[in-house]
């Protein structure tokens, strides 16, 4: 089983949502339950399902149920109907006290605006979730410590928040979250408020502890440059709606609809695409084309790109000891790039 099963979740925000449901289960679009009840559909019969381990992001626009989805995964939303999953123990099930000692153990969240204690030190904010633990004073320190370290703010455990730049805020706000070595992270735009160059340090920061932790990761946002970068499936929404989940290759390769088109439409693919997405499987021949370089599978075509269409040979795509899966030529390049 995965490790978060979200199955035909609704969640309609309104004084009566029991009286709409119907009408939304029938085909009732967003705007059509707004215009003719005055409630809100937050999500329309949303179904996902994250394996351990790796990062799922969920991206749309403003209004679109993403931070609505998230929040139903650790219960500060209850659903108007469906089941929310956990390593096989349904969420709704649990009472006040199983819920709060659920959150405590098993999940962290990390949030757009940080979330820290202005009165608290940077090792005071990250050993929180520790001390409501219980856990004893010199050990929260020495854990809480070991995650500031991880983060690389070193030497700042003494300072306040207000002596912090954004993005060192952010640092702390992700040690917190680590520091109770939760399975699970839900991360809520936690990345959209800092600028462009913190941003992609934030990225690259989580990309590196994730390929050691190897936690399960919920990391919502609206930016698609994000999801392509972070996720290892992304979920988009529209309306409430799930329109389509894919790896970030299928997602870029064959958008579900014109939603999703007109994100990717002006990404740069060649710095998405990897080796094994693009490449031709092996088979016994390859046309006798000369093969001039082998490339590992997780390669961006970008990386490649000098190499395929200055010999105009074969690249051979290896896996990670060495195996062969196949080969990308130069017109092969040349389509995925060019596809529309």
């Known amino acids: 089983m995965s490790k978060i099963e979200i199955n035909n979740i609704y969640k309609i925000f309104g004084p009566t949502p029991g009286t709409v ?10 705007e059509e339950v707004l215009d003719q009840t005055g409630h809100t559909v937050g999500l329309d019969n949303v179904s996902i399902s994250i394996e351990e381990g790796e990062t799922f992001v969920c991206m749309g626009l403003s209004g679109s149920g993403k931070s609505t989805l998230i929040r139903h995964i650790n219960r500060l939303i209850d659903p108007t109907d469906g089941e ?4 096989g123990q349904n969420v709704l099930d649990l009472s006040p006290e ?48 070991d995650q500031i370290d991880a983060v690389g703010l070193s030497g700042f455990e003494d300072q306040y928040p207000s002596q912090l730049s954004g993005g060192m805020q952010q640092r702390v706000g992700l040690a917190r979250a680590l520091a109770t070595n939760p ?48 996720g290892d499936h992304i979920g988009i929404l529209n309306g409430g709606r799930l329109v389509q989940v894919g790896t970030p290759e299928e997602i870029l390769l064959n ?3 014109d939603y999703v088109s007109s994100f990717v439409g002006d990404v740069n693919r060649a710095r998405v695409l990897k080796a094994r997405a693009v490449m031709t499987k092996k088979d016994d021949t390859h046309n006798g084309k000369e093969i ?16 395929i269409l200055g010999t105009r040979s074969l690249i051979e795509v290896v896996d990670n000891s060495g195996n062969p899966l196949g080969y990308i030529s130069d017109r092969e390049a040349s389509r995925l790039l060019s596809k529309s």
């Open 183 to 230: 399975e699970i992270l839900l991360m809520d735009e936690a990345f959209s408020a800092l600028d462009p160059l913190i941003r992609s340090d934030m990225q690259g920061q989580l990309i590196e502890l994730q390929s050691q932790l190897k936690k399960t990761i919920v990391f919502i946002t609206h930016d698609l440059d994000e999801s392509l970068k972070l």
């Open 255 to 257: 958008p579900a609809d």
């Open 84 to 87: 929310v999953f956990v390593s």
């Open 98 to 145: 199983e819920l709060l000692e659920f959150r405590k153990k098993n999940m962290s969240m990390v949030f757009q605006r940080f979330g820290l204690f202005p009165h608290k030190t940077v090792i005071e904010n990250v050993a929180y979730g520790l001390e409501i633990q219980q856990i004893e004073l010199e050990q929260r320190n020495k854990t809480a410590m």
């Open 21 to 30: 449901l119907e009408n939304v289960k029938a085909g009732a679009t967003k």
């Open 292 to 307: 001039a370089h082998r490339a590992n599978e997780n390669d961006t075509l970008e990386e490649l790109l000098p190499i």
